[in-house]
């Protein structure tokens, strides 16, 4: 029996995936806390932690949300791609990339600071 929607499906833009975790890992911070950091694919996100098996914060790429607003509104080009990615949401900042033993991180209301793993 033929689907009478195969047509309609067939012009539907493919589905994208969800990023998948592809590091975690836990950092110590200059002020002696830890900061438990799950890192996904193609740097479009980390989750944050500061206390183990806590729900995480997703804080998304700072760079590829300026590049999503710009394309919706066309206002500014989206940032230079490379470099160390920097992720920011909910008072939340962390800069360094995924296979980093050292990250920058800063708490709501704090700087960053430099937390090794």
Do not use: H, K, W
């Amino acid at each position: 029996m033929a689907d009478p929607n195969a047509e309609e499906i067939e012009e539907l833009d493919p589905a994208e995936l969800p990023p998948m975790r592809t590091r975690e890992a836990s950092f110590r911070c200059a002020d002696n806390s830890v900061v438990y950091v799950s890192f996904y694919t193609n740097d479009t996100q980390v989750g944050v932690a500061t206390e183990q098996d806590a729900i995480q914060t997703i804080l998304p790429n700072e760079a590829l949300a300026a590049a999503d607003e710009a394309t919706e509104g066309d206002a500014e080009e989206p940032a230079e791609e490379g470099g160390t990615p920097r992720y920011s949401g909910e008072g939340y900042t962390l800069v360094g990339n995924s296979d980093a033993s050292s990250i920058q991180f800063a708490r709501p209301g704090g700087s960053l600071q430099t937390c090794n793993s």
